[in-house]
């Protein structure tokens, strides 16, 4: 399997983006898909989560209101709209899928096997 992450870039402070994570190779089956992020020096920490089999959706409080994610089940594709985005949400974005069942938490890195290549999202001030 592999994830496709695309969609960061520079975005003034109350601006959006969207970001895109595409899996080839396999569909997403009936776990959690989710998107974390990393600024520098910083842990990986996890963002938003959305079930793919029902569609079930999980935000960390520091985004919710603000980001929402979504699939797209014909093209095998999570998205992440990021809106009202601040200075502190600057990082790497990452996409993370699991290959099956995993005794972790789906907020813990360890839940998933499968990482996107990660997208730069800058927010300036």
């Known amino acids: 399997v592999q994830l496709q992450a695309s969609g960061g870039g520079l975005v003034q402070a109350g601006g959006s983006l969207r970001l895109s994570c595409a899996a080839s190779?396999?569909?997403?089956?009936?776990?959690?898909v989710g998107w974390f992020r990393q600024a520098p020096g910083k842990e990986r920490v996890f963002v938003a989560g959305?079930?793919?089999?029902?569609?079930?959706?999980y935000y960390a409080d520091s985004v919710k209101g603000r980001f929402t994610i979504s699939r797209d089940n014909a093209k095998n594709t999570v998205y992440l709209q990021m809106n009202s985005l601040k200075p502190e949400d600057t990082a790497e974005y990452y996409c993370?899928?699991?290959?099956?069942?995993?005794?972790?938490?789906?907020?813990?890195?360890?839940?998933?096997?499968?990482w996107g290549q990660g997208t730069l999202v800058t927010v300036s001030s």
């Open positions: 959305i079930n793919w089999s029902d569609g079930t959706t």
């Open positions: 993370a899928a699991p290959k099956g069942y995993r005794p972790y938490h789906y907020t813990d890195p360890r839940y998933y096997d499968y």
């Open positions: 190779g396999r569909t997403f089956s009936s776990y959690i």
